[in-house]
């Protein structure tokens, strides 16, 4: 039976994953700060440890393990990342755990190891165009990511890169965009959009107003949580290191993100539109990469991504009024 660790399994990621290897077959060590909040985690193992200290990283390698995924990080939504208020935390914190775990996993021998990039390592430069974003691999450098979340992220994927090249390691390096589903923050300032969003139309009545940070024409693309999964085990299986995109190409601007969520919960919605931390101006997956290297990209349409998430997170809301 194949062995893995899964970094940040309390996390919304790190939960799902841990039931993907599971069905895989997987023995499961999960590792957290916290317990997973919507107790989605089938772990084998759950370990409540604090990466940042090297002595909690290695002791989890008390038998041998095949494959660690490293998804822990400090991190949030735009109302987390870019405000600059967490800045030094956020850099300390997630610097210090990739540090620590591509280091352990070293000397303990595991056969590969996966670390959870982001896209906000892209430069700012070449996101100002909403309608033409470039975020195809090659376009990393000259780096100027917006935000220092963006910078650590760097960072570490040449941190374990490194250890690819210096100690021959078996490393995998996978740039998420914007991975949303069920079973993920939805409220408290870390959600990101598309939880905050749902959370918002959910809350509202059938023509009522919902708050919108920016004019609502900033652009993305929203990846649902299983083919994330999908292109994070089709990666590890590959011989292909990376760092490659895992996201989805179907950009929409937040305005239309918010018409697709109304139309799904089958409300009309009014947007106002208010100041707030927006990120960059536009952002779309590059996939011409995974699919050369994988033969496989996502394909789903977003919005059945969504009718699935609103779902959950109507039922969420309509929970918490109850207990008020
Ligand atoms: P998440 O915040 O839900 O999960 C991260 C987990 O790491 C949390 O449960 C947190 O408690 C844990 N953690 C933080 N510090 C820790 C520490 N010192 N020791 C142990 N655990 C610690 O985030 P997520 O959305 O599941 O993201 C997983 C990974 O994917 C992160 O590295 C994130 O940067 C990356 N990523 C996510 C997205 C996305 O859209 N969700 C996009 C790009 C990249």
């Keep these: 039976m194949k062995t893995a660790i899964v970094c940040g399994a309390g996390g919304f990621i790190g939960g799902h994953l841990v039931n993907r290897l599971k069905e895989e077959g997987y023995w499961v060590r999960g590792v957290d700060l916290k317990a997973h909040e919507f107790g989605n985690d089938q772990a084998d193992d759950f ?74 390592m892209y430069p700012e430069y070449n996101q100002t165009d909403p309608d033409n974003p470039k975020c195809s691999e090659d376009s990393a450098y000259p780096a100027m990511p917006d935000s220092e979340y963006g910078w650590e992220k760097l960072f570490s994927e040449r941190l374990y890169l490194s ?30 959009a598309p939880a905050a969003l749902c959370r918002k139309v959910a809350e509202s009545e059938n023509g009522g107003t919902i708050e919108i940070w920016g004019d609502g024409k900033q ?30 190409e179907e950009m929409v601007t937040i305005n239309q993100l918010v018409d697709i969520i109304a139309g799904v919960a089958g ?8 100041e707030g931390p927006q990120g960059v101006r536009g952002r779309n997956s590059d996939n011409a990469l995974i699919h050369r290297e994988l033969g496989w990209k ?27």
Aim: glycine share 8%.
């Design 267 to 274: 409300k009309t919605i009014h947007k106002k539109h208010i």
């Design 47 to 120: 370990v409540i440890g604090d990466l940042r200290d090297p002595r909690v990283c290695d002791a989890l390698f008390d038998r041998k393990i095949n494959e660690v995924y490293q998804l822990a990080a400090d991190m949030g939504g735009a109302g987390y990342i870019f405000t600059g208020e967490h800045d030094a935390v956020v850099m300390h914190n997630s610097a210090t755990i990739n540090l620590n775990m591509v280091e352990a996993s070293r000397i303990h021998g595991v056969d590969k190891i996966f670390y959870s990039s982001s896209a906000c």
């Design 298 to 324: 996502p394909t789903e349409p977003l919005k059945d991504g969504l009718a699935r998430t609103f779902a959950w997170i109507q039922e969420q809301v309509k929970a918490a009024k109850t207990v008020a």
């Design 219 to 248: 652009t993305r693309s929203f990846l649902y949580i299983d083919e994330c999964l999908e292109g994070v085990r089709r990666l590890m299986e590959s011989d292909f290191t990376g760092p490659v995109n895992i996201g989805s």
């Design 163 to 192: 250890y690819h090249r210096n100690y021959g390691m078996e490393v995998r390096v996978a740039r998420f965009h914007n991975i949303f589903g069920p079973l993920g923050t939805w409220t408290g300032g870390r959600e990101k």
